[in-house]
């Protein structure tokens, strides 16, 4: 997606900000389950200082790129609004209980995004109007 905020020329730094700011917390996540997984042989009494920052930071950055997806145009905007919908129930997602299926909307709109994106269905459509 943000090789079509670089052709669009729209919203290029609100893509780029989500994609850093999701990659981040996806690195922290995972230097976490490294260093558990390594290290403490799954008993990191640390984790909860990789997991919530890295959760937060991950939401924070699709949020940002449901935010350029909505206003760009590059997607439909059906797509934008279910990408930052599922976002937010990405919150209270938790992989322990049955919550863990509120996950299944965000994996759903990544698909989608991907089928649009292959498929050559993302027909940039009129960005919105910028707020005065």
Same mark, same amino acid.
């Given at each position: 997606m943000?090789?079509?905020a670089r052709?669009?020329?729209?919203? /290029?730094?609100l *893509?780029?900000?989500?994609l !850093?700011?999701a990659?981040t917390? %996806? @690195?922290? +996540?995972?230097?976490?389950a490294? !260093?558990?997984?390594?290290?403490?042989?799954?008993d990191f009494?640390g984790?909860?200082y990789?997991v @919530?920052p890295?959760?937060?930071?991950? !939401?924070?950055g699709?949020l940002? @790129?449901g935010v350029f997806?909505l206003r760009s145009?590059? +997607?439909p905007?059906? %797509?934008g609004i279910?990408?930052?919908v599922?976002t937010?129930a +990405?919150?209270? *997602?938790? $992989?322990?209980t =049955?919550a863990?299926? +509120?996950a !299944? =909307?965000?994996g /759903?709109?990544m698909?989608?995004?991907g089928y649009?994106?292959?498929?050559g269905a993302?027909?940039?459509?009129?960005? %919105?109007? $910028?707020?005065?």
């Amino acid at each position: 997606m943000t090789l079509l905020a670089r052709r669009s020329g729209l919203y /290029l730094k609100l *893509a780029n900000a989500g994609l !850093i700011t999701a990659a981040t917390g %996806l @690195i922290l +996540l995972f230097t976490g389950a490294l !260093i558990q997984t390594v290290f403490f042989a799954g008993d990191f009494p640390g984790m909860p200082y990789f997991v @919530i920052p890295g959760l937060l930071a991950a !939401i924070a950055g699709f949020l940002m @790129i449901g935010v350029f997806i909505l206003r760009s145009g590059v +997607l439909p905007r059906w %797509l934008g609004i279910f990408f930052l919908v599922s976002t937010i129930a +990405l919150l209270a *997602a938790n $992989e322990q209980t =049955p919550a863990v299926l +509120l996950a !299944i =909307p965000f994996g /759903l709109a990544m698909v989608v995004a991907g089928y649009h994106l292959w498929a050559g269905a993302a027909a940039v459509q009129p960005p %919105l109007p $910028e707020a005065a």
